[in-house]
């Protein structure tokens, strides 16, 4: 699979550079309109990518199918298929439009090639800073430059760069969680997974929590986690599945199982 590694990666830059980064705090390009709501975002930018990477995508794996998030949205009975196609492609072509159409340089392209059900290659590209993240089931996570992404272990939280996801907890879940969330050494709120990803697979970030959890969104970025040496479950412990129609619990992912462990039992319980 080495070949289609690069192959998608540089799909990926090719992409972004032609129909994401030109319409980058252009507001005629780049057409912002709600979806189902004033939070859920769409730009002339994720529909532009995402039209370009269907098509390629579908030819690097012959009768593989393809499963962007636009589409899904129109047409959510394609994610029907995931769980059982022989290859499937997830594509999530600007992750985090509500920075990119705000202007602010923090968005994600991420593509993951599903197999059965089971993720097996990952793909997490940063067009504004370069960076790229890319993982295969079993083969370990590189980054732009090819070099073997290892995450290094952080066991104590007063130590550790969290990121906790609030805006869909009850007001009793945030008067609980929220001052617990002064255990770590610092917190952030990137609002785009694919930076919370890249963030965990650099070093810079500890331990992320999603509740938000379609496939798109992290699908890529569980295996690079994973094959980087991290630990990404549920917080009822189940691993994460991207064909998962209704989810156990939400998302912890983590630098290493005592640093998820101590996230779970210090700060969400």
């Known amino acids: ?64 199918i393809v499963i962007g ?3 899904a949205t129109d047409d959510p009975r394609l994610l029907d298929a995931l769980a059982e ?20 340089p923090m968005f994600a392209v991420m593509v993951a090639l599903v197999r059965r059900g089971e993720t097996v290659a990952g793909w997490i590209y940063d067009p504004i800073h370069g960076r790229l993240a890319v993982a295969e089931k079993g083969a370990g996570a590189r980054d732009a430059q090819g070099r073997k992404i290892a995450i290094a272990p952080r066991h104590s939280l007063d130590r550790a760069v969290g990121e906790i996801s609030l805006s869909r907890m009850t007001p009793e879940e945030v008067a609980r969680v929220a001052p617990r969330m002064r255990r770590f050494a610092s917190t952030v ?14 070093g810079a970030l500890q331990a992320s929590h999603f509740v938000h959890l379609m496939p798109w969104d992290h699908a890529a970025g569980v295996l690079i986690v994973e094959e980087a040496g ?16 209704r989810w156990p619990a939400a998302l912890l992912s983590a630098c290493d199982a005592a640093t998820w462990r101590a996230v779970v039992d210090e700060v969400l319980s």
């Open 230 to 245: 991290g630990h990404s479950r549920h917080l009822d412990g189940s691993p994460y599945r991207p064909a998962q129609r």
């Open 189 to 202: 709120s990137w609002r785009v997974g694919g930076w919370s990803y890249l963030g965990l697979a650099e």
């Open 85 to 104: 196609a022989e290859q499937a492609w997830l594509i999530d072509p600007v992750d985090g439009t509500i920075n990119f159409a705000s202007g602010l």
């Open 69 to 71: 998030e636009e589409a």
């Open 1 to 64: 699979m080495p070949a289609l590694i690069d192959d998608v990666s540089a799909l990926m830059r090719e992409v972004a550079a032609a129909e994401i980064l030109p319409r980058f705090r252009d507001a005629a390009a780049s057409r912002v309109r709600e979806k189902t709501g004033p939070a859920d975002l769409v730009t002339e930018a994720d529909l532009a990518a995402e039209r370009v990477l269907t098509p390629r995508l579908a030819a690097l794996v012959p009768g593989s």
